[in-house]
């Protein structure tokens, strides 16, 4: 994937999807794609799985940013980002899927009851390529409330509990850095 410019705060942008944004064409439109994970999600097997899903009407085969190919079941979705403003702490993003194939309500329950929270990763195509999400890294987003009903799923999303990480991330250990061990 060629990338537009050099990577402004950690996030390279292709090139294609770039032009995109700019030119909105009716014919390659932005493709905002989800994949649902939990350690619970489990196939009528017993493998584990994801939920992989497009905002559109066709299924979508498409490469993930490991080199994986995955399958997008089409399903029409409302997503909406939060706004990017100075003023205030932003609003989380949500989505609200339409309950049509059940695969996602399926999914849901069994993460119920769990302490491991269900990761969203949110990837962006275009139609005409395929190949990577053309936004890297890829957005990764914690479900925080779901909201099932017999039409939709409603789901707010956070990006995971910040206030409760340990600061600073990095451990300074003797093996990693030998100047402290002198």
Do not use: C
Not at 112 to 140: F, K, N, Q, W
């Amino acid at each position: 994937m060629p990338t537009y410019l050099p990577p402004r705060a950690g996030v390279e942008v292709s090139e294609a999807i770039a032009e995109a944004w700019a030119s909105a064409n009716a014919g390659d439109p932005v493709l905002t794609t989800l994949e649902l994970r939990h350690p619970s999600f489990v196939d009528d097997e017993g493998n584990p799985t994801s939920a992989w899903v497009v905002n559109d009407l066709r299924n979508l085969v498409a490469t993930d940013e490991d080199a994986n190919v995955r399958t997008f079941i089409g399903v029409p979705f409302r997503y909406v980002k939060p706004e990017q403003t100075d003023s205030g702490a932003p609003q989380p993003p949500t989505i609200e899927v339409d309950n049509v194939s059940l695969e996602v309500t399926r999914l849901l329950m069994l993460a119920r009851g769990s302490d491991d929270p269900v990761e969203v990763i949110e990837r962006e195509y275009l139609p005409s390529d395929t190949s990577a999400p053309h936004v890297l890294p890829v957005t990764v987003l914690e479900l925080a409330a779901p909201v099932i009903t017999a039409e939709t799923v409603s789901m707010q999303l956070i990006f995971g509990n910040l206030t409760n990480r340990k600061y600073p991330a990095l451990q300074y250990t003797p093996e990693d850095f030998p100047a402290l061990a002198a």
